[in-house]
């Protein structure tokens, strides 16, 4: 078969008809690709809610209390390719202990996830992201904002790029 | 494995022995630097001046780096050879006016080592990418030698300990620096520093190796060679000093899970605030 042709199914295949029931999505959720970010969140707690093709979810890092850092995510996404593509863009914010108090890091995320159905009931995703820190505050010092012009060594290193592997849960609402 | 590894390190919450050294990288720490300020006077006198919300000097240590100008035939104080950079003495004035107006044991942060950390880095290129000749090398080798023993008199006037850290990408520059001239009373001389997994000349032994925290941690074997923290050499620390330039909180915490004896950035009050955290 011609790859035109290759190339026009699969774009069929990504304007898929989007899934009609609202739903809902909680599990685990399992960073461990990178050395810094790896092991401040190592198991958070994912959770979405889903209207068509569009999705809303949270990760929630239960080990704040263990380990002192807290990585919180939000983000909103959009599901392609017979369901099992998210595109997703969000905000993630990791703090830790800083001196007598509290250092924010403020950073945009964006990333794609891929689902395997194991069931009807369960699943297991596989996703991307890429970080880039914006702001990062708080701590009794001054803040530090990201300068995008000129572009400079700096802003390589505040970007990065991460995986995460996801086992949820799944319903209709 | 490694991963996996530092995973669980991570999780325990086992991040190292004791606190590594700060040291303020390329004599460039204050408030929204840029890698154009590095190595310059402005940039210097406010990293001196940073203090911790408590009034206590920031960093442990001060990295000045220094370059023998081919063209210009003089010892300068930059990042590489060129035109307008200022004498390398100008910026060892201004570390010597700080040690010598800073309280007895007060010129760098209170530590279990209470000294000043002067690292002074010998550029390897004198002009265009060559290599010094070797007059170069005896020329750039007197610059840094009366640099660091000019900043170790303001220290013995004002009760500082002053300890020199000589480093290079080639290690044959700190090799033909002759660590006795700076051996004082306690036994305490100065520190050689280069590259990790770089070769040394017959003799010569670095105390320090150096790890750029973003050429692939992941890569290293941290269990072979020098890691972390493994002794200290007259009262000072020896092992692995990890540079970055502005590394995120995280990248802070990921390389304090190393144990490195130096961390050298220039973001030093939020490593600084991360290492004081309770």
């Not at chain 2, 050294?21 to 204050?30: E, M, Q, R, S, V």
């Not at chain 2, 590489?80 to 010598?100: E, I, N, R, T």
């Not at chain 2, 002067?118 to 002009?127: M, S, Y």
């Not at chain 2, 990890?242 to 990248?251: F, G, H, Y």
Request: with cysteine.
């Amino acid at each position: 078969m011609c790859p035109w042709v290759l190339a026009a199914v699969a774009c069929l295949a990504v304007v898929a008809p989007a899934h009609a029931d609202p739903s809902w999505r909680a599990g685990l959720d399992v960073h461990g690709t990178d050395a810094a970010y790896g092991g401040r969140r190592p198991l958070g707690v994912a959770a979405g809610l889903r209207c068509g093709a569009t999705e809303g979810g949270v990760v929630v890092d239960p080990l704040v209390f263990a380990l002192g850092w807290e990585m919180l995510d939000v983000t909103a996404g959009r599901w392609f390719a017979d369901d099992r593509i998210e595109l997703l863009a969000g905000w993630r914010q990791l703090s830790g202990r800083f001196g007598t108090g509290r250092r924010y890091d403020e950073a945009v995320l964006l990333g794609a996830d891929w689902v395997v159905p194991l069931s009807r009931r369960f699943r297991l995703g596989f996703g991307l992201e890429f970080q880039t820190s914006i702001w990062r505050h708080g701590g009794d010092i001054s803040s530090d904002t990201i300068a995008v012009f000129p572009v400079t060594t700096d802003l390589p290193e505040r970007m990065s790029l991460l995986l995460h592997a996801r086992f949820e849960l799944t319903g209709i609402l | 494995m490694t991963r996996f590894a530092g995973l669980v390190i991570a999780v325990l919450g086992c991040v190292g022995s004791s606190r590594p050294l700060l040291i303020c990288h390329n004599a460039n720490c204050a408030e929204g630097n840029t890698v154009e300020a590095d190595d310059t006077l402005g940039a210097l006198r406010a990293s001196l001046a940073l203090r911790t919300p408590g009034g206590e000097v920031v960093f442990d240590g001060m990295e000045l780096d220094s370059v023998w100008d081919r063209g210009l035939g003089r010892c300068t104080f930059a990042h590489a050879p060129g035109p307008g950079a200022p004498d390398f003495a100008q910026a060892v004035a201004l570390v010597a006016a700080h040690v010598a107006a800073s309280a007895p044991d007060h010129a760098a942060h209170t530590s279990a080592h209470p000294a000043l950390y002067l690292k002074i880095e010998l550029k390897t290129d004198v002009g265009g990418g060559a290599p010094h000749t070797p007059d170069e090398v005896a020329a750039h080798v007197a610059c840094v030698t009366a640099a660091a023993r000019a900043v170790i008199t303001a220290g013995v006037a004002s009760h500082n300990v002053v300890v020199p850290i000589f480093d290079s990408d080639d290690p044959a520059l700190p090799a033909a620096i002759d660590p006795g001239a700076f051996l004082d009373s306690s036994g305490r001389e100065c520190l050689f520093e280069t590259g990790w997994g770089t070769a040394l000349p017959a003799g010569f032994t670095a105390q320090i190796r150096t790890l750029d925290w973003y050429d692939d941690p992941e890569a290293i074997d941290w269990g072979q060679g020098t890691r972390g923290q493994d002794a200290t050499s007259g009262g000072s620390p020896r092992g692995l000093l990890i540079w970055a330039r502005n590394p995120s909180l995280a990248d802070l915490d990921a390389m304090l899970v190393h144990d490195p004896a130096y961390v050298g950035v220039n973001n030093i009050e939020e490593a600084r605030g991360l290492l004081d955290a309770p």
